[in-house]
């Protein structure tokens, strides 16, 4: 064969030499290698599963908060709020005491009205809900003022 | 001679596997998470959602979210009513959809659906991904590799449930990831953890004795989007053929 067919073989053959080197250093070294994995779902960076399952907790539940406020959560328990976790309202554990050392209590009226604004669907679970007309019912006073949340039993106001 | 040999060959070839050998090369594992909306419990609070933004860190101003309520409102004159705001973030507070105020006594049903990444068996979004960086785990959730994302957006466009968003900061598609740092240590997700009302449930379809599964096995539930043949794994319990 003659020396014009075998010149733009070599080019190829170095292009793809050229082309398994720099994959070699680019790609992982646990790049598609889980075990068993298909290939159309399963090929990834396998270290990845554990970027993931390495982040960071912030909400830590009612347990958490009841290791050192035990009687606030017995309190609330006892009330129909107790289907509420703390969190919701106080914000997200995280690292506390350390870290934030104090959470930021939401008390604002927008809060309550998730739940308990009256909307007309009587289909819904949300008719079941205490609700008021957040525009008649005092309208620019906070809940908090006198309902009590950890307990929002309306004959012990 | 060389008949014997061409005989042996294609023989040896084959190898014989266990069952397990069998169950693991399918990518099989003892655990499949799925999740359980009952619409009927959710009175769109959007707790979860104000929760999943936090705990995932997903910009909470910005109009993206890994889950989000939406709202029907199905009047007399057969119209579905349509919304929503934020992701249905701060709640369901007004009655008003898409500013227009509709007539309580034309409300033939009305109902919260929440939504989030149906966690597919045939994930679409993973199929299309260019460069490996969209995967499902062995437990059966879908992750995407931040480190390894170039950010074309074929996954986001070819989820039929608009599960996917570009997140802001990363400059990577972004999903719900069943919290996986918290399913993983045998909590709950912080949707689930934050719903007040037991409407969003997290479960182990493969462990008979976890109650998500056997509602899932002994109930009418449903799926969004059957046609697209993707295995949805989030089921519905009460859905409405309205629901999309």
Redesign the interface.
Known sequence: MKNHVFRPLFVVIAGVALLLLVRHFIVPSD??V?????F??????LS??D?????????R?KEYCQECHEEKVEEILTSPHS???C??CH??AIDHPEDPEVLSIETSR?LC???H?F????????AD?PAIN?EEHNPNENCVECHNPHNPDLENM | MKGVVAAALPLSAFKILSPAQVKASVGDSNVRWVFLVDIQKCVGCGFCVKACKIENEVPYDVGVTRTWVERYVVTKDHKTHIDTPMGGRDGYTSSKIHGEEIDPDTITKAFFVPKLCNHCKKPACVQVCPVGATYQTKDGVVLVDRSWCIGCGYCIMACPFGARFFHPIYKVAEKCTFCYHRITKGMKTACVEACPFGARQIGDLKDENDPVAKTIMTKRVGILKDEYGTQPQVYYIGLDERVR
């Open positions: 790049f598609g889980e075990e068993g994995g298909s159309t779902f399963n090929y990834h960076r990845s599963n970027d993931w399952k390495n982040f960071k907790v912030k909400y539940g289907v509420i976790q969190e919701n914000g997200p927008l009205r998730r739940c604004a909307l007309p669907y009587p289909q819904s679970n949300r809900m957040p």
